[in-house]
C-alpha cells in the first residue's frame, strides 16, 4: 500500500507541481529571513523604488525594504495557515471521532454544536473576537481560526467513522474489550488517516484565506509582518493610487500561490490514495 | 438460435497489463432457453454479462464475435450499441436497489426512458405487468425511496423487460436477496420467459444451487474460459468437469445439516489473468492434472448439448 | 419534512441565542470599567459628546442591576432594534448606520452569489464532458478559488480603475451626486457597482465550478446512470439527471459558503470603499466604535440564518426526498 501510494505519488503532476510551488515559498520563508540582515519594517533607504537590483520588490512609501516584508510575511502567512489548519484539524478529528464513534446523545450534542458554528459567518465572530480581546500575535491569530474552522472537518469525519465504526476489524477490537479511545487511535484513525490529510490540507488553505482577510481589516498580528498585512498597508496607504504596484501584487500573489499550490497538491493526493480516481 | 457467441474475448486495461478476463468463450443459447452462469468470483462471469450488453470504461473488445437474432452485435463500439440495448438485449443489474433516478418519480423516469429511445409508452401493458410482479399501479407515481427493496427489484425487472428483448441479462440479481425473496426472484423470470416477455436468459450466479432451479443449461466457467456447459441437471448430477465436480460437491445436499457434512472449499486460488500461463488454467488447484494439461485442454462436445474443456473428460 | 424544518430552526434558533449572548458577554469580559475604557479607546468626534455618552452607556449597560437583568434587558433593547449609538458618527444610533449601508451589501452579496453558483455549476457541467474545456475551466477555478477576494478585488481597481480609467474605484456614487430617483443617478450607481461585484463573481465562480464537476462525475458514475446507459439511453438524458442530481449538493454547499461569501464581500467593499457593512465594520475598527462593530455583528449573523432558511425552503422544493419525509439534506 505505501510504496503503491509512493508510485503513483511521483507520477502525479498535480502533486508535484503543488508540492513544488509549496515547499520553494516554504524555503523562501524560512530560509530567507537568515539572509535579511535589517528587520522587515526599518526604513532602508530611498521611498517608492520599483523592483530592482537593490530592492529586488521594490521599496514602498516610507522606504521599507518590500522583498524583506515579503519574505517575513511568507514564514508568517504559513506559521497561521499551520497552526490554524491544525488546530481546526484537531478539533475536527476529536469532535468527528467522538460523535461518530460514540453516537447517541454524545453525537446528537456535537452534532448540534458542529451546526451551530457551522451556520455562524466565521469572519464576523473573528472580528468581534479579535477587537475585543486584541491580542494580536501571529499565534493567537491562528488560534482563534482554528476555533471557528472545525465544523465542516468534524462533520466529514464523523461521516467516515461512522462508516468505519461497524466494520468487522472495529468489532472484533470492542469484543476483545479494547477501549474507545484506542480503538480510535488504533483502528479508526489509521484507516482513513490519507483522508485526515487531504481535510488538513484544505484547512491549512482556508486559514491562510481567513487571515489575509482578518489582516486587512486590521485585524492582523501587530508584532508580525504577513502577506495580508503588506496588503492591508498597500490599501490604506493608497499604493493603488500612487501607483506602487510592487506593494500590493506580491503578496496577493504569494497567497494565491500558496492557497492554490495546496489546493492542487490535495487534488494530486486524492487521485494517489484513491484507486478509482487514478487515470489509466 | 437466438444468441451466437464466437471466440469471444473482452480484456481489462490496468496499469501492469492487460488482464485476460474473457478469453475465448464461445456458446449458443437457443429461443426460450434460460442460461446460468455460474463460477468463483472473478472467473470471468460478470464480464461476460458486461460484453453481451455493454462494457466498461475499461474493458475492450479484444476478438470473437456475439450474433444475436441473425444480427452482429458491434459490442466494441458503445454507441453503435446503442440501438440494441433495451430493445434486443436488456439488463437486470446487481445494483437494481439504487438503478433509479433517486429525484424522478418512477412512472415519470420510465416514460422518459422510453421516449428517450422512440419508444411509446403502453400504460396498459406497465400496470399488467405491474399486477403480475404484485406491483400497485401507484408505485408509478411514487420515487424510488418510497419503495421496499423487494418492490425495487421487481420494479426494475418490469422496466428492464418492457420492451420485450431477445436476451435478457440477469447480473447476480440474488445474491443479496434472503432465500425466500430468491424463490420468488425466479419465479418471476421463469414467468417473463413463459409469457414472451423475454426469449433468451443469461442467468449470473454463483449459486449453483439456485441457479439449478431456474436454468435450462448451466454454463460453468474457470479463469476466464468456458469450463462445461450441459443442461442443468447433468451439470448437477453428472458433472465432468473436475472444476465442476468440486464446486456441486462443495454444495450443502438438501436436508444435510452444515455440521453433518463440512464444506470443502476448493484449496487454492485462481491464477491471475495479467499473464497467464499457457495450459488449463485450474491444472494448479485440479486433482486430476497430468502432463497433457500443459496444453490448452478446447471445449470438446463429449455427448449432445455437453462441452466440456479438459482432456480427463473427453 | 415538519421534523427536518422543526430541526433547522432550533439550529437557527440556537445559534441566534449564542451570537447575543457572546455580544453581550465579550464586553463584561473585558477587564475594569468597560464603558469607560471603550470611551477612551474611541475617536469620538466630538469630545463634548463624552459625557453625555457615558451617562447613555453606564445606563445601557445597567451595571447596577443583576447581570441577569442585564442579559434580558439587552434582549430587549434588540428587539426594539436598538443597538444603541455610535461613538464614531455620534450622534447617530447604530441601527441606522446598519440599515442605510445593508442595501449596498445586499446589492453586492445577492446578485453576486446567485449568478456565481449558476454559471458556476453550467461551467463545471461543461468541463465534466470534455476533456478540453476540462483542462482549462479547472486550473483557471483553481486559481479563482485560490485568490483572496481582496486582492483580486484590488488588481480589478488598479487595472480597471487607475490604469485605464475606464471605472471608478470608490464609493457607491460619484461625490457630486445626490442620490435621487433619476437615469443619471442609476448610470452612476450601476457603474461603480460593476467592478466590485465582478470581483465577487470571478472568485465565487471557481468554487462552484470545481464543486460542480466534482458531483457530476460522481453522478455520471452512478448507479442509475450505468442502468440508464446499458438501456440504450442517450447521454443527453442522463447528463440531465446528473446535472440535476448534482445541483442538491450545490444547494446545500451554498448554505456552507454564506459565511466566506459574506466575508469575500466585506472586504470586497472596504478595498472599493463601497459603503455597505464592510466600509461600516473598517471605519468601527480603525475608530474602536465597538457598539458599531457589535450591531454590525449581529445584522451578519441575522442575514446569514435567514438566507440559511431561504435556502433549505429551496432545498424541499427542489429535492423530492425530503418532501417524501424520508431522509433530509445534510443539516
Known amino acids: 500500500m505505501k510504496t503503491e501510494a509512493l508510485y503513483f505519488a511521483v507520477r502525479n503532476t498535480k502533486l508535484l507541481v503543488g508540492a513544488g510551488i509549496i515547499l520553494v515559498l516554504l524555503g523562501i520563508g524560512v530560509i530567507g529571513p537568515f539572509f535579511i540582515e535589517k528587520p522587515p519594517t526599518e526604513y532602508v533607504g530611498m521611498q517608492m523604488q520599483p523592483p530592482g537590483a537593490e530592492y529586488w520588490l521594490g521599496t514602498n512609501t516610507f522606504g521599507q525594504d518590500l522583498w524583506a516584508q515579503f519574505v517575513h510575511g511568507l514564514r508568517t502567512t504559513f506559521l497561521v495557515g499551520a497552526l490554524g489548519g491544525g488546530i481546526a484539524a484537531v478539533i475536527g478529528m476529536v469532535v468527528g471521532f467522538l460523535a461518530g464513534y460514540k453516537g447517541g446523545w454524545i453525537d446528537e450534542i456535537l452534532n448540534m454544536l458542529t451546526n451551530i458554528v457551522l451556520v455562524l459567518p466565521t469572519l464576523a465572530v473573528l472580528f468581534i473576537l479579535n477587537a475585543y480581546i486584541g491580542v494580536r500575535s501571529a499565534g493567537m491569530q491562528a488560534l482563534f481560526i482554528g476555533l471557528t474552522q472545525w465544523p465542516w472537518a468534524a462533520r466529514s469525519i464523523r461521516a467516515q467513522t461512522f462508516s468505519l465504526r461497524g466494520r468487522d476489524f472495529v468489532d472484533l477490537a470492542r469484543l476483545s474489550g479494547v477501549g474507545s479511545g484506542r480503538i480510535i487511535a488504533r483502528e479508526i484513525a489509521p484507516n482513513m488517516s490519507s483522508y485526515l490529510l487531504l481535510t488538513f490540507i484544505l484547512l491549512f488553505g482556508g486559514s491562510i484565506l481567513i487571515a489575509s482577510s482578518l489582516d486587512f481589516i486590521g485585524l492582523g498580528p501587530t508584532d508580525a509582518v504577513s502577506l495580508g498585512l503588506m496588503l492591508q498597508q498597500a490599501h490604506q496607504w493608497s499604493a493603488m493610487h500612487l501607483g506602487l504596484w510592487w506593494w500590493f501584487v506580491p503578496p496577493g500573489a504569494g497567497i494565491t500561490l500558496i492557497v492554490g499550490a495546496l489546493y492542487v497538491a490535495n487534488v494530486g493526493l486524492d487521485e494517489v490514495f484513491n484507486p478509482k480516481l487514478r487515470e489509466l | 438460435m437466438t444468441l451466437e457467441v464466437d471466440d469471444l474475448r473482452v480484456y481489462y486495461r490496468t496499469l501492469k497489463g492487460d488482464v485476460q478476463a474473457l478469453d475465448g468463450v464461445s456458446f449458443g443459447l437457443r429461443d426460450g432457453e434460460i442460461l446460468g452462469l455460474a463460477g468463483e468470483s472473478g472467473c470471468g462471469k460478470t464480464t461476460l454479462g458486461k460484453a453481451l450488453i455493454r462494457l466498461d470504461g475499461r474493458m475492450k473488445h479484444v476478438g470473437g464475435s456475439v450474433t444475436l437474432d441473425g444480427q452482429v452485435l458491434p459490442i466494441g463500439?458503445?454507441?453503435?450499441?446503442?440501438?440494441?440495448?433495451?430493445?434486443?438485449?436488456?439488463?437486470?443489474?446487481?445494483?437494481?436497489?439504487?438503478?433509479?433516478?433517486?429525484?424522478r418519480k418512477i412512472g415519470r423516469m420510465v416514460r422518459e426512458l422510453l421516449e428517450s429511445r422512440r419508444e411509446k409508452l403502453d400504460l396498459d401493458e406497465l400496470h399488467q405487468r405491474l399486477e403480475l410482479v404484485e406491483l400497485p399501479k401507484d408505485v408509478l407515481g411514487k420515487y424510488p425511496i418510497e419503495l421496499s427493496g423487494g418492490m425495487k427489484?421487481?420494479?426494475?425487472?418490469?422496466?428492464?423487460?418492457?420492451?420485450?428483448?431477445?436476451?435478457l441479462i440477469a447480473d447476480e440479481i440474488t445474491s443479496a436477496l434472503d432465500v425466500s425473496t430468491q424463490k420468488a426472484v425466479v419465479t418471476t423470470l421463469k414467468g417473463f420467459r413463459d409469457r414472451g416477455f423475454v426469449k433468451s436468459m443469461i442467468f449470473i450466479t454463483h449459486d449453483i444451487s439456485l441457479t439449478n432451479q431456474l436454468a435450462d443449461t448451466i454454463m460453468v466457467m474457470y479463469a476466464g474460459k468456458l469450463a462445461e456447459k450441459a443442461p442443468a441437471s447433468t451439470v448437477v448430477n453428472a458433472p465432468k468437469h473436475p472444476y465442476t465436480q468440486l464446486l456441486i460437491s462443495s454444495l450443502p445436499e438438501v436436508g444435510v445439516r452444515y455440521a453433518d457434512k463440512r464444506l470443502t472449499g476448493i484449496p487454492g486460488n485462481p491464477p491471475s489473468l495479467l499473464k497467464p500461463e499457457p495450459g488449463c488454467r485450474f491444472r494448479a488447484r485440479c486433482p486430476l492434472a497430468f502432463e497433457k494439461c500443459a496444453e490448452d485442454p478446447p471445449p470438446v462436445e463429449v455427448e449432445k448439448d455437453h462441452v466440456v474443456a479438459c482432456w480427463k473428460a473427453a | 419534512m415538519r421534523r427536518y424544518f422543526g430541526r433547522k430552526l432550533l439550529i437557527y434558533g440556537l445559534t441566534f441565542f449564542m451570537a447575543v449572548t457572546v455580544n453581550w458577554l465579550v464586553p463584561r469580559l473585558m477587564p475594569g470599567?468597560?464603558?469607560?475604557?471603550?470611551?477612551?479607546?474611541?475617536?469620538?468626534?466630538?469630545?463634548?459628546?463624552?459625557?453625555?455618552?457615558?451617562?447613555?452607556?453606564?445606563?445601557?449597560?445597567?451595571?447596577?442591576?443583576?447581570?441577569?437583568?442585564?442579559?434580558?434587558?439587552?434582549?430587549?433593547?434588540?428587539?426594539?432594534?436598538?443597538?444603541?449609538?455610535?461613538?464614531?458618527?455620534?450622534?447617530?444610533?447604530?441601527?441606522?448606520?446598519?440599515?442605510?449601508?445593508?442595501?449596498?451589501?445586499?446589492?453586492?452579496?445577492?446578485?453576486?452569489?446567485?449568478?456565481?453558483?449558476?454559471?458556476?455549476?453550467?461551467?463545471?457541467?461543461l468541463a465534466a464532458r470534455r476533456k478540453v474545456l476540462d483542462n482549462t475551466v479547472l486550473p483557471v477555478s483553481y486559481v479563482l478559488t485560490a485568490t483572496p477576494y481582496l486582492w483580486l478585488a484590488a488588481l480589478m481597481a488598479w487595472g480597471f480603475g487607475v490604469v485605464w480609467g475606464i471605472f471608478p474605484v470608490a464609493g457607491g456614487y460619484s461625490f457630486s451626486m445626490?442620490?435621487?430617483?433619476?437615469?443619471?443617478?442609476?448610470?452612476?450607481?450601476?457603474?461603480?457597482?460593476?467592478?466590485?461585484?465582478?470581483?465577487?463573481?470571478l472568485v465565487a465562480l471557481g468554487g462552484w465550478a470545481i464543486g460542480m464537476r466534482n458531483v457530476i462525475i460522481y453522478e455520471l458514475e452512478s448507479d442509475y446512470a450505468n442502468y440508464m446507459s446499458a438501456l440504450g439511453a442517450p447521454q443527453k438524458l442522463i447528463r440531465r439527471y446528473a446535472f440535476r442530481n448534482a445541483v442538491l449538493p450545490q444547494i446545500t454547499g451554498l448554505a456552507l459558503q454564506l459565511g466566506v461569501l459574506v466575508a469575500g464581500a466585506l472586504v470586497t467593499e472596504i478595498v472599493f470603499s463601497y459603503p455597505g457593512l464592510g466600509s461600516l465594520i473598517l471605519a468601527a475598527i480603525q475608530n474602536k466604535d465597538f457598539f458599531l462593530l457589535q450591531g454590525a455583528f449581529l445584522f451578519i449573523v441575522l442575514g446569514v440564518l435567514i438566507a440559511n432558511f431561504i435556502i433549505d425552503v429551496v432545498y424541499v422544493i427542489v429535492d423530492p426526498r425530503t418532501r417524501v419525509g424520508m431522509v433530509g439534506a445534510a443539516a
Not at chain 2, 426494475?156 to 423487460?161: D, L, N
Not at chain 3, 434588540?78 to 449596498?104: E, K, M, Q
Not at chain 3, 442620490?179 to 467592478?195: C, E, G, K, N
Open chain 3, 33 to 125: 470599567d468597560p464603558v469607560a475604557s471603550m470611551l477612551a479607546r474611541a475617536r469620538v468626534a466630538q469630545p463634548e459628546a463624552q459625557e453625555a455618552l457615558r451617562v447613555y452607556y453606564n445606563n445601557l449597560f445597567g451595571f447596577d442591576l443583576p447581570w441577569w437583568q442585564q442579559y434580558l434587558n439587552s434582549w430587549g433593547s434588540l428587539f426594539r432594534g436598538d443597538f444603541g449609538i455610535s461613538l464614531w458618527a455620534f450622534p447617530t444610533p447604530v441601527a441606522d448606520l446598519l440599515t442605510r449601508a445593508v442595501p449596498y451589501s445586499l446589492a453586492l452579496l445577492v446578485p453576486s452569489i446567485l449568478l456565481s453558483w449558476v454559471v458556476g455549476n453550467r461551467l463545471g457541467a
Open chain 3, 178 to 201: 445626490t442620490p435621487s430617483f433619476t437615469w443619471d443617478f442609476f448610470v452612476d450607481l450601476f457603474w461603480h457597482w460593476l467592478l466590485p461585484f465582478s470581483s465577487l463573481f
Open chain 2, 77 to 103: 463500439e458503445d454507441a453503435k450499441m446503442n440501438p440494441y440495448r433495451f430493445k434486443q438485449v436488456s439488463l437486470i443489474p446487481q445494483y437494481s436497489m439504487s438503478a433509479m433516478n433517486p429525484t
Open chain 2, 153 to 167: 427489484q421487481r420494479m426494475v425487472m418490469v422496466i428492464s423487460t418492457l420492451l420485450n428483448p431477445s436476451l
